[in-house]
């Protein structure tokens, strides 16, 4: 696993922590599972999916009730993420303030990551 001991991977705004917790007491999961996936105009995409069980594998990270697990693969390309929670007139959802973000597409869907060995650097120097 990618971590910094004393660390937490990914940090979630008090929105995000509100409507996560909503979405496990919904239907009793035990939270949700984060990651990305090739796809999209920019070459990557988010997950997320309910989780019914905590894999050994996944980094937890717990704040007021709200569980996220980040999926193995995912662990270096999230390290630093804050998860929001956002409503406007038009939609809602969660939005990902990524620093190793290299390049996102207009609609905001996809995303590009630094090179591995640039955030491999990063992280070793942080």
């Not at 988010?46 to 569980?67: F, S």
């Not at 969660?94 to 650097?121: H, M, Q, T, W, Y």
Request: charged share 25%; hydrophobic share 40%.
């Amino acid at each position: 696993m990618f971590a910094i001991p004393g660390k937490q991977a990914v940090t979630l705004t008090p929105a995000a922590q509100r409507q996560i917790s909503r979405l496990m007491a919904r239907d009793g999961h035990k939270g949700l599972r984060i990651g990305v996936k090739k796809g999209g105009c920019a070459g990557m995409e988010y997950t997320m999916d309910y989780a019914t069980e905590i894999d050994p594998m996944d980094e937890v990270v717990e704040v007021e009730g709200a569980r996220v697990m980040i999926a193995p693969m995912a662990q270096m390309f999230l390290f630093g993420t804050e998860i929001d929670y956002q409503t406007s007139l038009l939609e809602s959802g969660f939005k990902f303030r990524n620093p190793n973000v290299a390049d996102a597409c207009g609609c905001g869907e996809s995303i590009k990551f630094k090179e591995v060995s640039e955030l491999a650097a990063e992280q070793g120097a942080k």
